[in-house]
């Protein structure tokens, strides 16, 4: 009997560990993914503003 218990309770613990393990993975793919997004965002931004300022910038 507490074998059995020992086991059931194992199981969840294990199930915990994973989940939160790939909660941890999920919120660091996140994270991953808005500062690239973010970091693209900029890159674009910042192309578009000097491709705008050029002409000005031409002789």
């Known amino acids: 009997m507490i074998h059995v218990f020992g086991h059931k ?5 294990l199930r915990i ?11 660091r793919n996140i994270t991953a993914y ?3 997004t ?4 900029v890159r674009n931004i910042t192309a578009t ?10 002789p």
Not at 9 to 13: H, P, Q, V
Not at 17 to 27: G, K, L, N
Not at 38 to 41: G, I, K, L, V
């Open 17 to 27: 560990a994973y989940m939160v393990h790939t909660a941890d993975e999920c919120v």
């Open 9 to 13: 309770c194992l199981r969840r613990l």
């Open 49 to 58: 503003l000097v491709d705008k300022k050029q002409p000005f910038l031409r």
């Open 38 to 41: 973010a970091d693209e965002c």
């Open 34 to 36: 808005m500062v690239h």
